[in-house]
């Protein structure tokens, strides 16, 4: 990318990307984002997560201004339209500076004819006192038809709470390494630094920083590994995975490896840690985690499903399985995750999903124990998935994850089988987890 680039034009490129090429952010923001300046890019990523956030709303009020659609080669133009809208409606930026900062972002992307345009349809965008998506009952969700028409299906009395969650930026959670420090005693050094502080109610090692802007690494012992980034919700897989000492254990699907380090935080004496991922990349960061926390596990680069590549045929006591899903539980951390998605995926996850299972069930011993994850709402990847395997496998038991016996609060609802977790105003993300066992012969 040309060093001749500022967070609007990088940002109209990085959304052209995602609408017409369907490459997620994370793919794009750190490729295009990496030649600016590092107040630009805070700027780029914030209007790339706003724009995907209220993309229904700005491209209803969009469209009705143009004349004819713009060519998907031209999407870089229709992205700074809605960069425009976003800047006047939401950032509150002056209708001269908001305006400006489009047309001369058209110039970079050497697209001139476009200046006209953009000036055109931002003001008359700025001078309308009621907008279309005003009256769209279902842009108002800033969600796609077919997910608004799911979620409101499987999840009646929350469906609203849900959407108006997902339109959040999302807290800021740490996992607090209890092998180390207490959350106690961690949340007190937080205090007396002056950083408000307010503790997980699902999980005991939890502690969110509501204040925007803390510089992580700058936090008290991040370097000697007393802390790491986590959503409350998957924090609870190493304590509902429950480990024991001795235990042979494998993390399927590992990558970034939270959970992979908090299994070995929870139960130090472990025998082993298997972490396997089949992105090379991804599993990096799984050994970069490790290293900063002084942790070990052996890490192995392969697909789940070809078991021939990774296992020996020793049986594991635990296995989790934290598997690929829609991530429509993460959406206010992933915002673009709304318009990638598409229909057809959820049928073809929850078909992989089931194939996982039923592959990992071969790798765990009689009676063991498998934890069954995902970060979705959407009980086709959760309860159909699992009662499909239950009628699959004869020696497979469903362990109650009843919530008040853990602590889990309110937020936990205790579905046929399993939990869900839907995402929380100012507290964790969406998750679901199932425990199955397998019976001894």
């Known amino acids: 990318m040309s060093k001749k680039h500022n967070a609007r034009s990088a940002a109209a490129i990085i959304l052209k990307k995602m609408l017409i090429d369907g490459q997620s952010l994370n793919q794009t923001i750190p490729l295009y984002s990496e030649t600016l300046a590092p107040e630009e890019q805070g700027l780029c990523k914030a209007i790339c997560f706003g724009v995907c956030r209220f993309y229904r709303t700005l491209s ?114 740490l996992r607090i390494n209890e092998a180390k420090i207490t959350r106690a005693d961690y949340c007190k050094l937080l205090t007396e630094q002056g950083i408000a502080i307010k503790e997980g109610v699902i999980s005991s090692s939890a502690v969110y920083l509501p204040e925007k802007g803390v510089n992580i690494t700058a936090l008290p012992y991040f370097a000697e590994g007393y802390f790491s980034v986590q959503d409350e919700a998957p924090q609870l897989a190493a304590f509902l995975l429950d480990a024991q000492a001795d235990d042979k254990v494998l993390d399927a699907c590992a990558a970034p490896g939270g959970k992979t380090c908090h299994i070995l935080e929870h139960t130090p004496k472990v025998a082993s840690v298997t972490a396997v991922d089949m992105d090379a990349s991804r599993l990096v960061r799984v050994e970069e985690n490790l290293q900063r926390l002084q942790l070990q596990a052996q890490c192995i ?141």
């Open 60 to 173: 209803t009020d969009i469209d009705a201004l143009l004349e004819k659609p713009l060519r998907n080669k031209d999407y870089d133009i229709y992205a700074l339209l809605l960069i425009g809208a976003y800047q006047l409606d939401k950032m509150r930026t002056p209708e001269y500076a908001a305006i400006d900062s489009c047309v001369s972002a058209s110039k970079m992307l050497k697209k001139d004819w476009a200046k006209g345009l953009i000036n055109a349809v931002l003001r008359k965008y700025q001078k309308q006192t009621e907008k279309p998506s005003v009256n769209d009952e279902k842009a108002a969700t800033e969600h796609p038809d077919w997910l608004v028409g799911k979620i409101r299906k499987m999840w009646p009395d929350h469906s609203e709470a849900i959407f108006a969650q997902n339109n959040l930026e999302p807290p800021l959670c």
């Open 301 to 441: 680069t392969a697909d789940i499903l070809a078991t021939d590549d990774w296992w020996d045929g020793q049986g594991f006591d635990k296995i989790l399985a934290d598997v690929p899903c829609s991530a429509t539980g993460v959406i206010r951390r992933h915002p673009d995750i709304k318009w990638l998605r598409k229909p057809d995926d959820i049928q073809q996850l929850a078909a992989l999903q089931l194939e996982m299972l039923n592959t990992l069930w071969t790798c765990l011993k009689p009676g063991g124990k498998l934890l069954y994850a995902t970060c979705s709402v959407l009980t086709q990847e959760n309860t159909k998935v699992i009662n499909a395997f239950l009628r699959q496998q004869s020696d497979a038991k469903h362990l109650s994850l009843d919530s008040d016996d853990r602590g889990f609060g309110p937020s936990a609802i205790q579905c046929d089988v399993g939990v869900q977790f839907l995402p929380q105003a100012n507290s964790h993300d969406g998750f679901y987890y199932a425990l199955l066992e397998k019976e001894s012969v």
